[in-house]
Protein backbone atom coordinates (compact mmCIF):
# COMPACT_ATOMS: atom_id res chain seq x y z
CA UNK A 1 0.00 0.00 0.00
CA UNK A 2 1.41 3.37 -0.69
CA UNK A 3 2.23 5.80 1.67
CA UNK A 4 1.76 9.01 -0.12
CA UNK A 5 -1.14 11.05 0.87
CA UNK A 6 -4.77 10.37 -1.27
CA UNK A 7 -4.95 12.54 -4.18
CA UNK A 8 -1.13 14.00 -3.84
CA UNK A 9 -0.19 11.73 -7.10
CA UNK A 10 -1.48 13.36 -10.49
CA UNK A 11 -3.11 10.68 -12.96
CA UNK A 12 -1.29 9.42 -15.68
CA UNK A 13 -1.67 11.15 -18.99
CA UNK A 14 -2.64 9.25 -22.28
CA UNK A 15 -0.15 9.42 -25.61
CA UNK A 16 -3.34 11.62 -26.82
CA UNK A 17 -3.55 13.80 -23.74
CA UNK A 18 0.54 14.09 -24.20
CA UNK A 19 0.66 15.05 -27.59
CA UNK A 20 -2.41 17.60 -27.37
CA UNK A 21 -0.07 19.45 -24.36
CA UNK A 22 3.03 19.40 -26.74
CA UNK A 23 1.19 21.22 -29.22
CA UNK A 24 -0.82 23.78 -26.85
CA UNK A 25 2.73 24.51 -25.12
CA UNK A 26 4.47 25.20 -28.87
CA UNK A 27 1.63 27.17 -29.72
CA UNK A 28 2.07 29.29 -26.26
CA UNK A 29 5.34 29.77 -26.86
CA UNK A 30 4.85 31.28 -30.18
CA UNK A 31 2.84 33.52 -28.61
CA UNK A 32 4.91 34.68 -25.78
CA UNK A 33 8.34 35.07 -28.19
CA UNK A 34 5.68 37.51 -30.55
CA UNK A 35 3.56 39.31 -27.23
CA UNK A 36 7.45 40.16 -26.15
CA UNK A 37 8.38 41.35 -29.71
CA UNK A 38 5.45 43.06 -30.62
CA UNK A 39 3.22 43.22 -28.07
CA UNK A 40 -0.30 41.34 -27.64
CA UNK A 41 -1.90 44.60 -29.50
CA UNK A 42 0.43 44.31 -32.51
CA UNK A 43 -0.14 40.42 -32.35
CA UNK A 44 -3.35 38.56 -34.07
CA UNK A 45 -4.30 34.84 -34.12
CA UNK A 46 -3.13 34.29 -37.85
CA UNK A 47 0.68 35.62 -36.32
CA UNK A 48 0.81 33.00 -34.01
CA UNK A 49 -0.35 29.92 -35.94
CA UNK A 50 2.07 31.08 -38.29
CA UNK A 51 4.66 31.01 -36.05
CA UNK A 52 3.44 28.04 -34.55
CA UNK A 53 3.49 26.32 -38.00
CA UNK A 54 -0.14 25.27 -37.39
CA UNK A 55 -3.28 26.12 -39.42
CA UNK A 56 -5.53 29.07 -37.59
CA UNK A 57 -8.32 26.60 -37.55
CA UNK A 58 -6.01 24.39 -35.52
CA UNK A 59 -5.45 27.46 -33.16
CA UNK A 60 -8.73 27.56 -32.94
CA UNK A 61 -9.07 24.44 -31.80
CA UNK A 62 -6.91 24.98 -28.67
CA UNK A 63 -7.48 28.49 -27.86
CA UNK A 64 -10.58 30.89 -27.70
CA UNK A 65 -8.08 33.92 -28.57
CA UNK A 66 -4.65 35.03 -28.60
CA UNK A 67 -4.29 36.20 -25.20
CA UNK A 68 -5.39 32.40 -23.82
CA UNK A 69 -2.47 31.14 -25.61
CA UNK A 70 0.06 31.84 -23.48
CA UNK A 71 -2.03 29.88 -20.71
CA UNK A 72 -0.03 26.79 -20.81
CA UNK A 73 3.28 28.65 -20.42
CA UNK A 74 2.04 30.17 -17.35
CA UNK A 75 0.16 27.41 -15.89
CA UNK A 76 3.53 25.38 -16.22
CA UNK A 77 5.19 26.47 -13.32
CA UNK A 78 2.48 25.78 -10.91
CA UNK A 79 2.22 22.41 -12.07
CA UNK A 80 5.75 21.33 -11.56
CA UNK A 81 5.59 22.61 -7.69
CA UNK A 82 2.32 20.89 -7.20
CA UNK A 83 4.08 17.70 -8.06
CA UNK A 84 7.13 18.44 -6.13
CA UNK A 85 4.76 19.27 -3.30
CA UNK A 86 2.68 15.78 -3.91
CA UNK A 87 5.61 14.14 -3.80
CA UNK A 88 6.11 15.07 0.14
CA UNK A 89 6.75 12.21 2.45
CA UNK A 90 4.56 11.84 5.13
CA UNK A 91 5.06 13.51 8.39
CA UNK A 92 7.35 16.65 6.65
CA UNK A 93 5.06 18.68 8.42
CA UNK A 94 3.04 21.41 5.82
CA UNK A 95 4.88 24.34 5.60
CA UNK A 96 8.10 23.02 5.30
CA UNK A 97 6.83 20.98 2.55
CA UNK A 98 5.28 24.20 1.17
CA UNK A 99 8.70 26.45 1.60
CA UNK A 100 10.91 23.72 0.03
CA UNK A 101 8.03 22.93 -2.89
CA UNK A 102 8.10 26.48 -4.25
CA UNK A 103 11.62 27.39 -3.60
CA UNK A 104 12.61 24.02 -5.39
CA UNK A 105 10.11 25.04 -8.44
CA UNK A 106 11.27 28.96 -8.78
CA UNK A 107 15.06 28.46 -8.74
CA UNK A 108 15.33 27.63 -12.25
CA UNK A 109 17.91 24.18 -12.51
CA UNK A 110 18.43 24.54 -15.99
CA UNK A 111 18.70 26.67 -18.94
CA UNK A 112 15.35 25.84 -20.10
CA UNK A 113 13.58 26.67 -16.90
CA UNK A 114 15.49 29.75 -16.50
CA UNK A 115 13.72 30.71 -20.12
CA UNK A 116 10.45 30.07 -18.80
CA UNK A 117 10.53 32.17 -15.79
CA UNK A 118 12.37 34.73 -18.39
CA UNK A 119 8.99 34.43 -20.68
CA UNK A 120 6.93 34.94 -17.58
CA UNK A 121 8.24 38.17 -16.43
CA UNK A 122 7.69 39.28 -20.21
CA UNK A 123 3.93 38.19 -20.40
CA UNK A 124 3.19 39.63 -17.01
CA UNK A 125 4.75 43.21 -17.67
CA UNK A 126 2.60 42.80 -21.00
CA UNK A 127 -0.46 41.83 -18.80
CA UNK A 128 0.07 45.32 -17.35
CA UNK A 129 -1.33 46.91 -20.17
CA UNK A 130 -3.96 44.29 -21.94
CA UNK A 131 -6.84 43.44 -19.65
CA UNK A 132 -7.46 40.33 -21.38
CA UNK A 133 -4.16 38.97 -20.52
CA UNK A 134 -4.05 40.34 -17.27
CA UNK A 135 -7.41 38.09 -16.78
CA UNK A 136 -5.48 34.77 -18.32
CA UNK A 137 -2.81 35.29 -15.58
CA UNK A 138 -5.88 35.68 -12.51
CA UNK A 139 -7.57 32.54 -14.71
CA UNK A 140 -4.41 30.19 -14.54
CA UNK A 141 -3.59 31.56 -10.50
CA UNK A 142 -7.35 30.56 -9.37
CA UNK A 143 -7.32 26.83 -11.48
CA UNK A 144 -3.91 26.22 -9.63
CA UNK A 145 -5.07 26.93 -6.19
CA UNK A 146 -8.04 24.83 -6.82
CA UNK A 147 -6.20 21.71 -7.70
CA UNK A 148 -3.83 22.71 -4.55
CA UNK A 149 -6.50 22.28 -2.29
CA UNK A 150 -6.38 18.18 -3.09
CA UNK A 151 -2.66 17.80 -2.60
CA UNK A 152 -2.85 20.40 0.58
CA UNK A 153 -5.90 18.29 2.09
CA UNK A 154 -3.54 15.05 1.74
CA UNK A 155 -0.49 16.71 3.40
CA UNK A 156 -2.82 17.81 6.26
CA UNK A 157 -4.59 14.66 6.96
CA UNK A 158 -8.30 13.92 7.63
CA UNK A 159 -8.41 15.65 10.83
CA UNK A 160 -7.52 19.11 8.84
CA UNK A 161 -10.32 21.89 8.92
CA UNK A 162 -11.22 21.67 5.18
CA UNK A 163 -11.43 26.03 5.83
CA UNK A 164 -7.83 26.03 7.01
CA UNK A 165 -6.90 23.87 3.87
CA UNK A 166 -8.83 26.04 1.69
CA UNK A 167 -6.87 29.23 3.36
CA UNK A 168 -3.55 27.33 3.26
CA UNK A 169 -3.84 26.85 -0.61
CA UNK A 170 -5.00 30.22 -1.42
CA UNK A 171 -1.86 31.57 0.83
CA UNK A 172 0.44 29.60 -1.35
CA UNK A 173 -1.14 30.74 -4.53
CA UNK A 174 -0.81 34.05 -3.99
CA UNK A 175 2.53 33.82 -2.50
CA UNK A 176 3.50 32.74 -5.62
CA UNK A 177 1.57 35.00 -7.62
CA UNK A 178 2.26 38.50 -5.56
CA UNK A 179 6.56 37.18 -5.83
CA UNK A 180 6.52 36.67 -9.63
CA UNK A 181 4.49 39.92 -10.06
CA UNK A 182 6.90 42.14 -7.90
CA UNK A 183 9.77 40.19 -9.13
CA UNK A 184 7.99 41.40 -13.04
CA UNK A 185 8.34 44.62 -12.49
CA UNK A 186 12.13 44.88 -11.70
CA UNK A 187 15.23 43.61 -13.53
CA UNK A 188 16.69 41.31 -10.76
CA UNK A 189 18.12 37.78 -11.70
CA UNK A 190 16.12 34.59 -11.77
CA UNK A 191 18.46 33.34 -8.88
CA UNK A 192 19.67 35.06 -5.63
CA UNK A 193 18.54 38.41 -3.21
CA UNK A 194 14.75 39.52 -5.05
CA UNK A 195 14.23 36.29 -7.30
CA UNK A 196 11.03 34.42 -7.84
CA UNK A 197 12.24 31.62 -5.17
CA UNK A 198 13.41 34.19 -2.40
CA UNK A 199 10.59 36.55 -2.77
CA UNK A 200 8.12 34.08 -2.79
CA UNK A 201 9.22 32.02 0.40
CA UNK A 202 9.14 35.34 1.80
CA UNK A 203 5.79 36.06 0.66
CA UNK A 204 4.80 32.87 2.13
CA UNK A 205 6.12 33.38 5.79
CA UNK A 206 4.27 36.51 5.70
CA UNK A 207 0.77 35.70 4.92
CA UNK A 208 1.05 32.35 7.08
CA UNK A 209 1.59 34.02 9.81
CA UNK A 210 -1.92 34.05 11.55
CA UNK A 211 -2.72 30.28 10.29
CA UNK A 212 -3.30 27.44 12.81
CA UNK A 213 -2.58 24.54 9.95
CA UNK A 214 0.23 26.74 9.20
CA UNK A 215 1.77 27.71 12.33
CA UNK A 216 0.64 25.22 14.63
Do not use: H
Not at 3 to 20: C, D, F, H, Q, S
Not at 28 to 46: I, N
Not at 178 to 194: F, K, N, Q
Request: charged residues 25%.
Amino acid sequence: MSTKPEGATPPTRTLTERRKAATQLDIARAAAELFTERGPDGTTAEDIALRAGIALRTFYRYFRSKQDAVAPLLAGGGDRWRELLAATEPGAGLPAALERSIAASLTPADAAAEEGLRWTRGLLRAATEDPALRAVWYRVNQESEERLREVVAGLAGPDADPLEVRLAAAAATDAIRIALESWAETDAPAGGDGAPAELAVRCLRELMGGMRLLNP
